[in-house]
């Protein structure tokens, strides 16, 4: 969330667009790279569970942290992005480039 929450205030900061900022952003198939998985997913299989704390967790965690989130900001359209659409769509958008 603190990785979320980074890249929101230096999209900011930078006069990027926040809401483009976070449709290229995901949790990759290496849990973003952390070296071992975090307590609340240790698997793959519960990936599910995880963007669920998540959808609960954010936006409190983002108010406590007075981050303001984009307005219209949906946690629970972000972190389907967030956990599944955004990977997806970056791979099949570089697909489509090598077929054309």
């Known amino acids: 969330m603190a990785h979320i929450l980074h890249l929101i205030v230096v999209a900011s900061k930078n006069g990027y667009d926040v809401t483009t ?3 290229q952003v995901c949790i990759g198939a290496d849990f973003d790279g952390l070296i071992n998985p975090i307590w609340c997913c240790a698997t793959a299989d519960e990936l599910l569970y995880m963007q669920q704390a998540f959808e609960q967790a954010f936006v409190p965690f983002a108010n406590e942290s007075n981050v303001p989130l984009p307005g219209g900001f949906d946690v629970k359209d972000f972190s ?6 955004n990977g997806r769509n970056f791979v099949l958008a570089r697909l489509d480039i090598l077929n054309a």
């Open 21 to 23: 900022a976070l449709t």
């Open 80 to 85: 389907q992005k967030l956990f599944f659409e």
